[in-house]
């Protein structure tokens, strides 16, 4: 069971131009959430979805970030124009359909975007 | 609202020497917590969670954790420290929204650690 995909690992964009982040969670796995490690720092809550649906986005951006899980294919975290202070490592994780108790949520290996 | 600790940036340590990295947690309820390592340009490993039951916590690569309630503390340590363990290592606890079916984590600063030959 392969685990929590991320593409690509490394991305480099100019200011002002898009990135897009995809995650492709394991399989079974029906929620999704986004972190953003800044440098020197550690991982930040952005936003949690399910299929079709935004659940938590308290921790995303108000302007530029924007992030979707179809019903078929990766979730995409989208940024337009992009920005210096945009460069961080993003994460994705998911976890399996909810249930009583804990949900433990795997991790992917990350995208490290990088703003010039 | 929950929150956790690591009051140390960097830790040092000789090879074969025990190591600690130490993390202190603020919940309110059952503290779900968790410990995961980072290494270098690497994505986030998962290395061991306290839920419920024995204070100690048996994790990979021969990593333990011991929680303390009355400390709230969730200290990593490992009896004999190796250069492959040197990495950035998370703490990091279960945020469960009011009145939500699911779960955020909520990860400490980070504690950098240097296993010296």
């Known amino acids: 069971n392969a685990g929590v995909m991320q593409n690509p690992r490394h991305l480099v964009r100019r200011r002002g131009q898009e990135a897009r982040l995809r995650c492709s969670p394991m399989?079974?796995?029906?929620?999704v959430y986004w972190y953003r490690q800044l440098p020197e720092e550690g991982l930040k809550f952005m936003v949690y979805?399910?299929?079709?649906?935004?659940?938590?986005e308290s921790g995303m951006p108000k302007e530029r970030f924007s992030a979707e899980f179809p019903k078929e294919g990766p979730s995409i975290l989208r940024i337009q124009q992009v920005v210096r202070g945009d460069s961080a490592a993003y994460f994705c994780?998911?976890?399996?359909?909810?249930?009583?108790?804990?949900?433990?949520?795997?991790f992917g290996p990350g995208t490290r975007l990088t703003v010039l | 609202a929950q929150s956790v600790a690591q009051p140390e940036d960097q830790v040092n340590v000789a090879e074969g020497n025990p190591l600690t990295v130490k993390c202190t947690y603020s919940v309110s309820g059952n503290p779900y917590l968790f410990w995961y390592v980072q290494y270098p340009n690497r994505g986030l490993q998962f290395l061991l969670k306290y839920i419920t039951g024995d204070n100690l916590v048996k994790g990979s690569y021969g990593f333990e954790a011991e929680f303390n309630k009355s400390q709230t503390s969730f200290h990593l340590k490992k009896p004999s420290a190796l250069v492959s363990d040197s990495a950035l290592y998370f703490c990091?606890?279960?945020?469960?929204?009011?009145?939500?079916?699911?779960?955020?984590?909520?990860f400490g600063p980070g504690t950098s650690l240097s296993v010296i030959p």
């Open positions: 399989k079974g796995h029906s929620h």
């Open positions: 994780a998911s976890s399996p359909r909810l249930a009583g108790g804990y949900n433990e949520q795997f």
């Open positions: 979805l399910q299929k079709e649906n935004i659940i938590d």
């Open positions: 990091a606890v279960r945020d469960k929204p009011a009145s939500a079916s699911y779960d955020k984590v909520i």
